[in-house]
């Protein structure tokens, strides 16, 4: 029996008020494993994300499916038992770092929180284990800088307090939602460059959530893309790259202005836009928007493996015609 | 040689901090500190860098939307720094801009319509001319002319900004400045409008002022870029040579940093990105502004301030290493 996978999702289903706006996902994290979950706005990957938290509230809800963390399911819906592993097995951080923390409380005193609130540590044990995980994230004299408040700090820096203080009391699956894409692109690949030198180090699951191609190549080691509320491929990152097999992954890919592309040249581009969420077709929703279209896509794709005895999988009857497009 | 249409020379944009203090020295943000740079007729000139290198403020500078502490702005070869009341406003038939995010940029409350029209309106175009005119600027850009009397919060962000391009051309201006214009977009919908900025370009012999942080965006439509680090213009070339051989360290840092949708090409990047943020643009250095985080400074670096030197055909670089390294000498070669 092979050991339990760190997050394992299946048939996930969220709805707001009576719209479906994630449809049955499936997916997991072995230990230690980078996987990015990838689409454009309204394709549900946050919502996902904030599920897998229990912080799903207001009208958005669970409406299906189950969660397992090393084996052991999750009340995705019990506040009270989600709150105990809030911060402690299960971490995130968000995309606006200085949104995200206290403005009237010190760094240090952020970071050490969670250890305090969990009785894992007495004040001065936190404290000093605090400044410990700042120095790992990356900032420089964390004794002086533990003292500050986050308006003292750059947003490249409050981002680094972020990752400290979801990091101390070792989780088991940290979850980033869009953890670069307020932050300048240098600042973007020393955390970027952090984030894997940390998961290295500690062997902790990242399920990262990103719209960006270039920032998935960079750090992930498997790839969810979501359109329209579910998961249309999912494959290792290479093979992702190299031979997608949903047309969705293979136009959103062609769309994007290359480093090494000609230029000035007419950029490929999908065609329409993501429709409203109470107006997804039947059967594949991406199928008004899909050059490979037939009646058969009237009629919900199964999310199937490419091929004998590989994990890369799609959810697209025409599958084997999408490398002759774009 | 004809003169560029639009021309920058020694332009410096200084803001008073308040401070709450009644005495004392009032501190100043150098947010523009002195750059030069010229944008011929259908031409596209990037600026690159990131927050707070004084790309945002420059384009309003040229606006009349920041103010300009020195220098020169020539537009046409008049100076068009200190226009003000009606001649301003003639400069608007010329000078478009299109900013960041759609949804601020339109009324609510007008229908999209009413908002192509409303610059022809000011401009004294008479209503039935104007009707036709927004009909023709709405198929320009790619809208049905079914969706002149919908509301902004009906369309989608693309189709937004769709409507912002036609509104910033219903005067058929000769130059846009695009602030960050497809930076808001989701990939699919940013190559949708990517593509009709190019498609009206050549059709209409537009300029632009593509100001960005995006630099993949930046080299596909852009024919020379201006990279900037806290308000000065650290290297400008034409877009091939600066992505064949960048020459400024920070330039070099800043195409290393992006990452590429390439999983083999990320993952052979060896190294530590750079490290530190940009400073404060108070303390800003005597020298060059890069100092505090180039792995290239030597001695003087922080003292003396690198002048741009041209190093090949419209290359220019503002680097006393590099220059040493390229010309055999430097100003650093007079310290100590």
């Known amino acids: 029996m092979a050991e339990a996978q760190t997050l394992e999702i299946r048939d996930l289903s969220i709805g707001v008020g009576e719209h479906s706006v994630v449809d049955g996902v499936d997916f997991s994290i072995g230990r230690g494993e980078i996987v990015a979950l990838v689409g454009e706005s309204g394709s549900g990957k946050s919502l996902t994300a904030l599920s897998i938290m229990g912080l799903l509230s207001g009208s958005v809800h669970q409406t299906g499916g189950t969660a397992t963390l090393e084996g052991q399911a999750l009340e995705l819906g019990n506040d009270a038992a989600m709150q105990k592993l809030r911060g402690t097995s299960l971490s995130m951080i968000f995309q606006e770092p200085i949104a995200s923390l206290n403005p009237l409380l010190s760094v240090g005193a952020q970071v050490a929180e969670s250890l305090i609130v969990h009785g894992r540590a007495t004040s001065d044990e936190a404290w000093d284990r605090a400044v410990e995980m700042l120095r790992d994230v990356g900032i420089p004299a964390p004794e002086q800088r533990a003292r500050q408040l986050p308006s003292e700090l750059s947003g490249g820096m ?21 953890p670069t894409t307020a932050l300048d692109v240098t600042i973007q690949a020393q955390i970027l460059h952090l984030m894997r030198r940390l998961r290295d180090e500690t062997d902790t699951s990242v399920l990262i959530i990103t719209h960006d191609m270039g ?30 097999r949903h047309p969705y992954t293979k136009l959103l890919l062609a769309t994007i202005p290359r480093m090494d592309g000609p230029r000035k040249v007419e950029l490929f581009s999908i065609s329409g836009m993501v429709p409203d969420v109470s107006a997804w077709p039947e059967g594949c929703r991406f199928r008004t928007r899909c050059p490979l279209a037939s009646d058969a896509c009237a009629t919900r794709p199964p999310l199937e493996a490419v091929g004998e005895g590989t994990d890369h999988v799609t959810a697209c009857w025409h599958s084997d015609k999408v490398e002759g497009l774009a | 040689m004809s003169e560029p249409l639009l021309s920058v020379r020694g332009l410096k944009v200084h803001f008073p901090v308040a401070t709450g203090k009644l005495f004392g020295k009032t501190p100043v943000v150098r947010a523009v500190d002195g750059i030069d740079f010229t944008l011929d007729e259908g031409e596209t000139l990037g600026i690159v860098g990131e927050s707070g290198c004084g ?19 020539l537009f046409d070869g008049t100076n068009v720094s200190a226009l003000t009341g009606k001649a301003r406003q003639a400069l608007w038939r010329d000078l478009q801009v299109v900013f960041q995010d759609p949804v601020s940029a339109l ?23 104007r009707r036709a005119r927004v009909d023709e600027l709405m198929e320009l850009v790619g809208l049905r002319s079914g969706q002149r009397d919908r509301y902004p919060n009906e369309l989608s962000g693309g189709q937004r900004q769709r409507v912002v391009i036609a509104r910033a051309l219903a005067l058929e201006p000769r130059v846009v400045i695009c602030d960050e214009a497809v930076s808001a977009l989701d990939v699919s919908i940013q190559s949708q409008v990517l593509n009709l900025l190019l498609r009206l370009q050549r059709d209409l012999g537009l300029s632009y002022l593509f100001i960005s942080h995006d630099l993949s965006v930046v080299r596909h439509i852009a024919d020379r870029i201006a990279v900037m680090y806290l308000g000065t213009v650290v290297e400008e070339a034409p877009t091939d040579a600066l992505f064949a051989r960048p020459l400024h360290p920070y330039t070099e840092a800043l195409l290393s940093a992006v990452p590429v949708p390439d999983p083999l090409a ?28 180039c792995p290239l400074r030597e001695e003087g670096c922080d003292a003396i301030r690198p002048a741009p030197i041209e190093v090949s055909p419209g290359h220019r670089l503002a680097c006393h290493v590099r220059e040493r390294e390229i010309t055999g000498a430097s100003a650093l070669d007079k310290v100590g």
Do not use: W
């Open chain 2, 107 to 129: 009324d609510p409350k007008r229908t999209i319509g009413q908002s192509i029209a409303e610059p022809l309106a000011i401009h004294g175009v008479g209503k039935a001319e």
């Open chain 1, 215 to 244: 920032v998935v190549a960079s750090v992930a080691d498997r790839v969810c893309v979501m359109y329209g509320g579910r998961i249309v491929e999912q494959a290792e990152v290479h093979e992702l790259f190299a031979a997608p």
């Open chain 1, 158 to 178: 409050c981002q680094r307090v972020m990752i400290a203080s979801a990091l101390i009391a070792e989780p088991r699956l940290l979850i980033a939602d869009e």
């Open chain 2, 55 to 73: 790309k945002s403020t420059t384009g309003n500078a040229i606006l009349g939307l920041a103010p300009v502490t020195e220098g020169e702005i």
């Open chain 2, 266 to 293: 990320e993952r052979a990047k060896t190294g530590r990105p750079l490290q530190g943020d940009v400073p404060n643009p108070m303390e800003m250095p005597a020298g060059c502004p890069f100092v505090a985080r």
